[in-house]
């Protein structure tokens, strides 16, 4: 089984970026598809994207197209979102997590969640 942390959230003013990690331990990251979700302020989570266990294949949620980018460094064992020209609606708790099936299998493993604040 494995664990997941997340890290580099924080405060951020619209048109910056930041740069989201997750950290796994337990079981080696390559062994699972992984995906960033959020959950923001009395909303349901959602997708923002996805990415094969060999990094190969990556999917984004529309709104983050063009602006965020997911990567892994299976060496490392983490995975990374990048997010470029954010917007006051990327304010949310993201979540990493993993899955043993494909990018759009069900993610069984989830971290703690960062906080990213957008503000104007």
């Known amino acids: 089984q494995v664990q997941l942390v997340e890290s580099g959230g924080g405060l951020v003013q619209a048109g910056g970026s930041l740069r989201l990690s997750c950290a796994a331990s337990?079981?080696?990251?390559?062994?699972?598809?992984m995906g960033w979700f959020r959950q923001a302020p009395g909303k349901e989570r959602e997708f923002v994207a996805a990415i094969s266990r060999s990094g190969t294949s990556v999917n984004y949620k529309d709104s983050v197209r063009g602006r965020f980018t997911i990567s892994r460094v299976n060496a490392k064992n983490t995975v990374y979102l990048q997010m470029n020209s954010l917007k006051l609606e990327d304010t949310a708790v993201y979540y990493c997590?993993?899955?043993?099936?494909?990018?759009?299998?069900?993610?069984?493993?989830w971290g703690q969640g960062t906080q990213v604040t957008v503000s104007s």
């Open positions: 337990g079981r080696t990251l390559s062994s699972y598809a």
């Open positions: 997590a993993g899955s043993a099936g494909s990018i759009l299998g069900t993610y069984d493993y």
